[in-house]
């Protein structure tokens, strides 16, 4: 507050994107701050504090990861509650791009999170993969030069994939934000998951934008989400 004293407030869990320095996860997590939310952003195995010598992790490596960082975020809910400056009736879940998914998959393991919020993701990771340009092409590269079949790669997708899950979304309190000219998560992504979800209509917001130039678009949506959720603290 003006004073500089802690305040009680709402928490959100940030869950970055793909980028090696988490510019956009590190971006969302100070606009919520900003807007008066408790903000935290999780950094995922391999990536920040967490980044072995080594660095990225091997193909075979990845999925155990993204494994271990869906662990994780449903952890990170019960970590937040406990701190004595969060509201723990609010605790909100956010994700971008590959945080997206994690958040995605998260939420359809855990009820736990009282509103969550997909950005730029959504289901059908075999199918971006195989279709997907940019960050999907260099990990689809990546995946044929390891030598493995294509079953395997479906194998492996399939631990953590949020179509799975999707049915045990809480429809009511889930938001999925999609680029309409998104060529690395295509529509179809997102449609998949809110169609398997059973999202109504208000809860997909359709951005014009593309994968990148909707990143320069979220900003202004962290901010309403923060919005929403201080809103409904006030309300009740």
Same mark, same amino acid.
């Given at each position: 507050?003006?004073?500089?004293?802690?305040i009680?407030?709402?928490a959100?869990?940030?869950?970055?994107?793909?980028g090696s320095?988490?510019?956009?996860?590190r971006?969302?997590a100070?606009t919520f701050r900003a807007?008066g939310?408790?903000?935290f952003?999780?950094?995922?195995p391999?990536?920040?504090?967490?980044?072995p010598?080594?660095?990225?992790?091997?193909?075979?490596?990845?999925?155990?990861?993204?494994?271990? =960082?869906?662990? /994780?975020?449903?952890?990170? !809910?019960?970590?937040? #509650?406990?701190? *004595?400056?969060?509201?723990?009736?609010? $605790?909100?879940?956010?994700?971008?791009?590959l945080?997206?998914?994690?958040t995605?998959?998260?939420?359809?393991?855990?009820?736990?999170y009282?509103h969550i919020?997909?950005?730029?993701a959504?289901?059908?990771?075999?199918?971006?993969?195989?279709?997907?340009?940019?960050?999907?092409?260099?990990?689809?590269?990546?995946?044929?030069?390891? =030598?493995?079949? /294509?079953?395997?790669?479906? !194998?492996?997708?399939? #631990?953590?994939? *949020?179509?799975?899950?999707?049915?045990? $979304?809480p429809?009511?309190?889930?938001w999925?934000?999609?680029?309409?000219?998104?060529?690395?998560?295509?529509?179809r992504?997102?449609?998949?998951?809110?169609t398997?979800a059973?999202?109504?209509?208000?809860?997909?917001?359709?951005?014009h934008a593309?994968?990148y130039?909707?990143?320069?678009?979220?900003p202004?949506?962290?901010k309403?989400?923060?919005e929403?959720?201080?809103?409904?603290r006030?309300?009740h």
């Amino acid at each position: 507050n003006r004073l500089g004293e802690p305040i009680i407030a709402p928490a959100i869990v940030v869950v970055h994107e793909s980028g090696s320095n988490m510019e956009v996860g590190r971006l969302i997590a100070k606009t919520f701050r900003a807007q008066g939310l408790h903000a935290f952003m999780i950094q995922l195995p391999f990536y920040g504090e967490r980044r072995p010598q080594g660095g990225r992790p091997s193909l075979e490596h990845l999925f155990s990861a993204m494994k271990q =960082g869906i662990c /994780d975020v449903r952890r990170a !809910r019960d970590a937040v #509650a406990a701190l *004595p400056i969060v509201d723990s009736t609010s $605790i909100n879940l956010q994700g971008t791009s590959l945080g997206g998914f994690v958040t995605a998959t998260t939420a359809g393991l855990d009820i736990a999170y009282d509103h969550i919020f997909i950005f730029l993701a959504g289901g059908d990771l075999h199918k971006v993969v195989s279709d997907g340009k940019r960050d999907a092409a260099k990990f689809r590269e990546e995946f044929e030069r390891s =030598g493995l079949s /294509d079953s395997e790669l479906k !194998r492996m997708l399939y #631990a953590i994939e *949020p179509l799975r899950l999707a049915h045990r $979304i809480p429809a009511d309190r889930t938001w999925v934000y999609s680029g309409i000219y998104d060529d690395v998560v295509p529509p179809r992504s997102s449609e998949a998951l809110v169609t398997a979800a059973q999202l109504d209509d208000s809860h997909h917001v359709r951005l014009h934008a593309n994968h990148y130039s909707g990143i320069l678009m979220l900003p202004a949506v962290v901010k309403q989400v923060a919005e929403s959720i201080l809103a409904e603290r006030r309300n009740h």
